[in-house]
């Protein structure tokens, strides 16, 4: 499914410009709450930057006032559904997100320009950067709603954060300005709200700019060597230097070395 870039009315806009990709939750009198409608549009922006070549690094980012509020609202609080129903609408919804982006091969940046809460701030914590505008804040507000993360919040977070400073987030349910996020590691780095976006879009043009089967290859070990032991992450290692040290653009980053000039990378 092709996302047309210039569709302004659209939930989910794409644009990609000099490898960078960045989805837009463009629905921002909810505050980018997502829908179902909204969430079929998203995985295809997420499929269709994953197989494009062209696109060497993505930002998520969101329109208006806020990053993402979560699930939409106006679908809470029903208790017609069966257990199986609820289960089901979890992994045929948002749950279609986080598989998406933890099968993106790719180097992602959530740009957190506003209010993130509950499944806003998980799909943030799927990025593998975090970026967040001053003025911005986040929350898990699963517990004041007497819910539990259904988004990934519980897989991520204490991996970012650390067990204790997670469930501390989950029970209290506060929000988290910037600095506070900075302090803790939840985000990268913090900007003013105006220059978010190009503080942004600059690093993620300088990660476009590099060998892009080393910017794959290096996400891919560092997830790896969480879930595996030091000898299983050293053996994947390996198997991966022998494809870089092979690839094109490894030979023409010791050649632009060499040569004192700017590499010119191919993706091969």
Known sequence: MSLPSTEVEAEIRLNIEGGVATILLNRPDKLNAFNDPMLTLWEAAIREVAADDAVRAVILTGAGRAFCSGGDVDKMG????????????????????????????????????????????????????????????????????????????????????????????????????AEECLRIGLVNRIYPDDELMEQARAFARRIAAGPPLSARLIKRAVYQGLDTDLSTSLDLVSSHMTIVRSSRDHVEAVAALREKRAPRFEGR
């Not at 957190?112 to 990025?127: K, P, S, T």
């Not at 986040?138 to 954060?161: D, M």
């Open 78 to 177: 029903s208790a017609e559904m069966t257990p199986l129903q609820v289960k089901e609408r979890l992994t045929k919804g948002i749950q279609r997100i986080t598989h998406a982006m933890a099968a993106l091969d790719k180097p992602a940046i959530a740009a957190i320009n506003g209010v993130a809460a509950g499944a806003g701030l998980d799909i943030a914590l799927m990025c593998d950067l975090r970026f967040m505008a001053l003025g911005a804040k986040v929350a898990e507000t699963y517990f004041k709603l007497g819910l539990v993360p259904g988004a990934g919040g519980a897989h991520y977070l204490p991996r970012i954060v650390g067990p204790a400073k997670a469930l501390e987030m989950f029970w209290s349910a506060d929000y988290v300005g």
